[in-house]
């Protein structure tokens, strides 16, 4: 650090050879470079080579008409939209199903985790054979499992009703879907400031009880501002949600929202299968944390419950954090077996593409691009989070 | 001058790593640039291979399925046997791939087989766009319905708001759409991956009906339990001209799957079968026998095969009507009619040009 810039400022060239990181620079410069020409040889070439072949032709099939259906479509879809928007909705069922599994497989994994400690012999042992057998079992057969689960269920003439606007079958589930109408903007507007009050009182909560020792009920206020201040003004404009029920037909029903057993075989499948992996990782968590550091809490007078969510679980989530995100990671590309059951997710869609169009290498690129795509947003954010809630060192 | 030893050193070991480096890049560089040129003289490559990679179905009853000898037969599995026959002599030199309607085009385009006989159709953007060549029809086939008999349903077109089970990436999920849509009426796809698949979630009452060529329709029922609680309805919504295919570029291969497949159409209509083919081509006093079956002219050599080719494609598994009598035909538990499969003299389309 000291001798270089001095080393640069009177001799410059022989100041690059002499310093030893400057040079170490140049040289790894050199590689790349030289390294980047070759692979862009190398690739300009395939390219080149693959198109005399007639194997790879560009990215302009994705604005052709794609002419087959889908049957669960988050954004607007028809047999005569392009490509590029079938490869739209296959995304976001991909992340549809990856973000329901991400979710339910964290609750299940943190009360896995946490009950498997539990001092219950039931408890802990029931938790212990769940997690063992979901982890010790092919995701596949488990993917499978669920949906023969769910088309074993009644037929659709013999939908399993509840109260008459919800109904079962081994075609899914049909909801009332809600119709949102004009003033439902004021309830998710509500919502958000009921959000932002809530984290609002969380942090003047937890400054007054840093300077004064007083706590706060800021779950019940929390609870009260995020849920009950968007049902008041849903009250006061007059109940601005209608809904679309389910009808029966000759076939199947029409209208509602249907969830397909493929979603919820997969989504089951997914959650329990890494909530299991979680689980353990809880438990590593929480068994790293000095045993010294809950007796001392219970001998402060905390409780138990207060001892595990004020010093247990922030410490353990330090050690429980990266791991975690790999395992998130593992959901999101294994939401890709989806194809075993006909859940048309990115790959399933973009299979069918590949061979309605015969653009396999553009489609392969995609489907990589697009998963390297979201895990790296994963990362990021889980980075992110992890950096937020590590030690503070002193 | 105490710095510069490193330096070199530095060098040389970037040297080496170069040098260890260049012959894999360089290699890289030269097998894409073959990639391109691979494709002439399959006849070459498949005779010193000594086998056929026949790319064939997982599992469809009739055209691909393994015997109660653990082999594979059927329909389009005895076009593979014809050409191995007439191509290296022995009908049993095969290696079977079994394909998906998804990974059947990449597996041929790549060159993981030599000829696809997957009962798949001929369309234009598939022989035009994707860069392979049809050899002909093997099976005239059309897309219809498979429902329970209890749905009372007459006709396709009271399907609205049914679902309805597909087998992805076929054009059967295209005429669906097609044909949905030109009658504005709705459905549902249930998207399914394999036949046995279907077959499955059709069972379960997943859909209500199921789609695909009627040959395979015919097909999967034989193999219900309750065979009569199903029918298949009288709508038929497209064309499946089915036959094998190859990659193009390479016109003398795509000559000799297409004139085996011929001369086992020509065969039935000579009367050429297998158990009179040794006997025929002793010579008769048809020309046209005798060419193709090389008593007479040189058609064997013209395509760069020996000169009983024929001869060895006919032995291999009968001319075209003993194959679908066998796989197909009313005798068989799948039971199809010949229909537009007869011989033309017979009231059918098929129809082979003259062996000259």
């Known amino acids: 650090m000291r001798q270089g810039p001095a080393g640069r400022a009177s001799a410059p060239l022989r100041g690059v050879l002499t310093d030893e990181r400057a040079r170490g620079l140049l040289f790894q410069l050199a590689v790349v470079l030289v390294l980047a020409g070759l692979v862009a040889v190398i690739v300009a070439n395939t390219i080149a080579n693959l198109q005399r072949a007639g194997l790879a032709s560009g990215f302009g099939f994705l604005t052709d008409p794609a002419f087959f259906d889908i049957n669960q479509r988050l954004i607007s879809y ?79 003439r013999e939908s399993l009703s509840i109260g008459g606007s919800v109904f079962l079958n081994n075609r899914g589930v049909r909801l009332p879907a809600p119709l ?78 249907n969830v397909t057993p493929e979603l919820v075989a997969l989504w089951f499948a997914l959650s329990l299968y890494t909530g299991a992996f979680i689980a353990e990782i809880v438990r590593a968590g929480i068994l790293s944390v000095g045993k010294g550091q809950i007796e001392a809490a219970l001998a402060l007078g905390l409780r138990p419950g207060q001892t595990m969510r004020l010093i247990v679980i922030p410490q353990a989530l330090r050690v429980v954090i990266p791991p975690l995100t790999s395992q998130y990671l593992n959901l999101t590309k294994n939401s890709s077996l989806a194809i075993a059951i006909g859940y048309q997710d990115l790959v399933s869609i973009g299979g069918t593409i590949l061979n309605q169009s015969g653009q396999a290498l553009e489609v392969v690129g995609i489907w990589m691009a697009v998963y390297l795509s979201l895990s790296l947003l994963t990362s990021l954010f889980m980075n992110w989070y992890n950096r937020h809630i590590a030690l503070v060192e002193r | 001058m105490l710095n510069s030893s490193p330096i070199i050193r530095e060098n040389q070991r970037e040297n080496q790593q170069m040098r260890r480096v260049l012959p894999v890049l360089a290699a890289l560089a030269v097998s894409a640039a073959a990639l391109g040129t691979g494709q002439a003289a399959m006849l070459d490559d498949v005779k010193k291979s000594g086998v056929l990679k026949c790319g064939i179905n997982t599992g469809l009853a009739g055209f691909a399925f393994t015997d109660d000898k653990g082999s594979w037969a059927g329909f389009d599995v005895a076009y593979c046997r014809a050409l191995a026959a ?124 199921y789609t695909t060529d009627t040959s395979g329709l015919a097909a999967t029922r034989s193999t219900f339990k309750d065979a009569d609680a199903h029918m298949v309805f009288p709508e038929i919504i497209s064309k499946e001209p089915l036959g094998p295919l190859v990659r193009q570029g390479d016109d003398q291969w795509a000559d000799i799957a297409r004139w085996t497949l011929n001369a086992l159409i020509n065969a039935e209509e000579y009367g050429v079968t297998q158990a009179n083919v040794d006997e025929m081509a002793k010579g008769t006093n048809n020309p046209e026998i005798n060419r193709m079956l090389g008593s007479e002219g040189s058609l064997g050599a013209m395509l760069g095969l020996d000169k009983g080719w024929a001869i060895a494609a006919i032995k291999a598994g009968g001319n075209y009507g003993e194959i679908f009598d066998r796989f197909l035909g009313p005798a068989t538990s799948i039971g199809l009619q010949r229909g537009l499969n007869a011989l033309y003299r017979d009231g059918g389309i098929l129809y082979a040009p003259p062996m000259r």
């Open chain 1, 78 to 156: 028809s047999s005569t939209s392009t490509f590029g928007r079938a490869l739209a909705v296959g995304l976001l069922n991909t992340v549809l199903v990856s973000a329901m599994g991400i979710a339910a497989a964290t609750v299940v994994g943190f009360l896995a985790g946490i009950l498997r400690l539990s001092p219950n012999w039931l408890v802990s042992r029931l938790v212990g054979v769940y997690v063992e057998v979901t982890r010790n079992v092919p995701l596949l057969l488990q993917i499978i499992f669920w949906w023969t689960v769910l088309t074993a269920l009644p037929k659709v």
């Open chain 2, 86 to 209: 007439a191509v290296l002599g022995d009908p049993d030199k095969v290696k079977y791939v079994n394909l998906t309607g998804k990974n059947r085009f990449p597996a041929l385009a790549s060159g993981e087989i030599d000829i696809l006989s997957r009962n798949t159709t001929w369309t234009f953007s598939r022989d035009v766009d994707l860069g392979f060549t049809f050899v002909g029809v093997i099976y005239y086939d059309g897309q219809g319905f498979i429902g329970r008999k209890a749905l009372g349903v007459e006709s396709a077109k009271e399907l609205d708001g049914a679902s309805v089970c597909i087998q992805t990436g076929t054009t059967t999920e295209l005429n669906l759409a097609d044909f949905f849509r030109v009658n504005k009426i709705q459905y549902e796809p249930v998207p399914i991956e394999t036949n046995s698949e279907a077959r499955v979630a059709y069972l379960a009452g997943r859909c209500d009906v």
């Open chain 1, 180 to 257: 949102l109408e004009a003033g439902f903007a004021w309830v998710a507007a509500a919502l958000l400031v009921g959000i932002a009050a809530a984290v609002a009182v969380s942090i003047w909560a937890r400054r007054r009880r840093d300077r004064s020792g007083r706590t706060f009920p800021v779950g019940w206020a929390g609870l009260a501002l995020v849920a009950g201040l968007p049902l008041l003004v849903y009250w006061i404009a007059g109940a601005p949600v209608g809904w679309d029920m389910p009808e029966r037909t000759r076939f199947n029903f029409r209208g509602g929202l």
